[in-house]
């Protein structure tokens, strides 16, 4: 499911299946997209930032188009404890990986994976940092 | 200090390409003269080659190299190196005849950064500046790449940069009436490319500045970030575009001008030194 804000329409709450991972997506050229990041985020649960929550940033592979400061987002995902991703979607291969990866952690979030939970997962990649 | 404004004068006002360099290795001072012949020489060959293609080249171009040794920001920098050719049509031999055809000069400007972690071996003056027909940089760069084993890359500058730069520059005073401040947007993802450009009465810049910026000498990303947010909340408030979702291509003040290609002006000699520092540390973050 794709929002370009939030909060989401609260008509359609009744239709929207459990929400199991929130991917908020950055792009480094545009400020605008981290500013609408940041006036979501206190829209979300404080329970999805138990390892249901993580940061996307796009477009590094063009840092001399960069419009937002990368501290400013890693600090970000510091205090809302949750993983910070890189890609760049222009490229097929990172695209793809990237793709397969945040599957893999939806997986987890929906209690998919045996003996691992969103929560220990989240900790197993911020000790990895 | 009026000799000197006359020394720099000729680097204002004109529109400079950035490039960022790496050391130079086995540079020597005393050996400039010999550096102006050898690159004569060597622009002379390729041009029989035909590999400088310019119209009406029957002309002689005459290298001459030279120090600007006013050009640095501490003793640690190593003095500016300015490179200069100039035509002399072969029917008259006399010097007066000389016409500037190109200019490009290297510099460094409190760049301890780079120098200190470099063996004594390198020089570094890792900003060029160049003015003038690309053929010529070209050849020019090809030389010092090939006589001193380095590497010239254009110098781009983001938009994160540019807003550094133009919350700078607008904060700073100046005596005379100031041209306006100005930023260029470019938008994304259209059909047709569509430009932006956001006219700030320089006052109404500095006054914005002033209550932002808390230490007089000291800048801070939060702070260019409030300038900046407050910019884009005036422009929203009038036209309901988000100017932080466009990419920001070129900042005006009446210090200096600098696009995103890496191409600046700069205005005033008073911030000469500031604006060259900036740049030089653009460059050496290139370079690392």
């Known amino acids: 499911h794709l929002a370009t804000s939030l909060p989401l329409p609260s008509e359609r709450d009744h239709l929207r299946p459990r929400i199991d991972l929130v991917v908020f997506m950055i792009d480094i050229k545009s400020k605008y997209s981290l500013k609408n990041v940041e006036t979501s985020l206190p829209h979300v649960d404080a329970s999805f930032f138990l390892g249901k929550v993580c940061f996307l940033v796009t477009g590094v592979g063009r840092m001399n188009a960069c419009s937002i400061e990368m501290n400013a987002v890693c600090k970000l995902g510091e205090a809302y404890c949750s993983p910070v991703l890189f890609c760049e979607l222009e490229l097929e291969g990172v695209r793809a990986a990237t793709a397969q990866r945040l599957v893999r952690m939806l997986q987890i979030c929906a209690g998919h994976i045996r003996g691992v939970s969103a929560l220990s997962f989240v900790s197993l990649m911020r000790n990895s940092d | 200090e009026n000799a000197d404004s006359q020394k720099t004068a000729f680097l204002l006002r004109k529109a400079w390409t950035l490039y ?68 002399r049509s072969q029917a008259s031999s006399r010097s007066s005849e000389d016409k500037p055809v190109w200019l490009g000069w290297f510099c460094s400007v409190f760049g301890d950064d ?77 059909s047709q490319p569509l430009d932006i450009s956001y006219a700030i009465h320089p006052e109404d810049a500095k006054a914005l500045w002033d209550t932002v910026q808390k230490t007089p000498g000291e800048i801070t990303q939060e702070e260019v970030d409030v300038f900046m947010d407050c910019l884009y909340a005036h422009f929203h408030r009038h036209f309901k575009i988000h100017l ?38 653009l460059a050496i973050s290139q370079i690392q």
């Open chain 2, 114 to 190: 780079l120098s200190e972690n470099v063996p004594e071996y390198f020089t570094c003056l890792p900003l060029f500046l160049a003015h003038g027909a690309e053929s010529y940089t070209s050849l020019v760069g090809s030389w010092f790449q090939k006589t001193f084993d380095c590497c010239f890359r254009r110098l781009a500058i983001s938009p994160l940069n540019l807003s550094w730069m133009v919350a700078m520059w607008a904060g700073c005073k100046l005596d005379r009436a100031a041209s306006a401040v100005e930023l260029v947007f470019s938008v994304p993802r259209l």
């Open chain 2, 20 to 87: 960022s360099v790496t050391p130079l290795s086995g540079f020597r001072r005393a050996r400039l003269r010999d550096y102006a012949r050898l690159l004569g020489a060597f622009i002379a060959a390729e041009r029989q080659k035909g590999l400088a293609v310019e119209v009406g080249a029957e002309l002689d171009i005459k290298v001459a190299l030279s120090s600007l040794a006013d050009l640095r920001g501490s003793e640690l920098d190593e003095a500016a190196l300015l490179v200069q050719l100039s035509s």
């Open chain 2, 244 to 281: 932080s979702a466009a990419k920001l291509v070129k900042v005006s003040t009446a210090v200096a001008s600098a696009h995103c290609d890496g191409i600046v002006k700069i205005l005033h000699s008073q911030y000469l030194p500031g604006v060259l520092m900036l740049l030089t540390e």
